[in-house]
């Protein structure tokens, strides 16, 4: 699983400023999160699906603490 620790590495690499990215990053999760609890209902998607994004969705905000 890709984490902060990833893009971390990626700013050293790009040699662009470290802030930047990990703001970016960490808002790009935030708002997905936030969309899609206010939005996965109304998906036409199996219950077992919504749960497994829902999961998904948590390991990466553990990563991205």
Known sequence: MIGLKHFQKLTRK???PEYLVIDTVRETVASTFEKWEKQKMSYELPSAL?????MHLEEVLLNFD
Not at 50 to 54: A, M
């Open 50 to 54: 919504r749960k497994r994004i829902d």
């Open 14 to 16: 790009a040699e662009v």
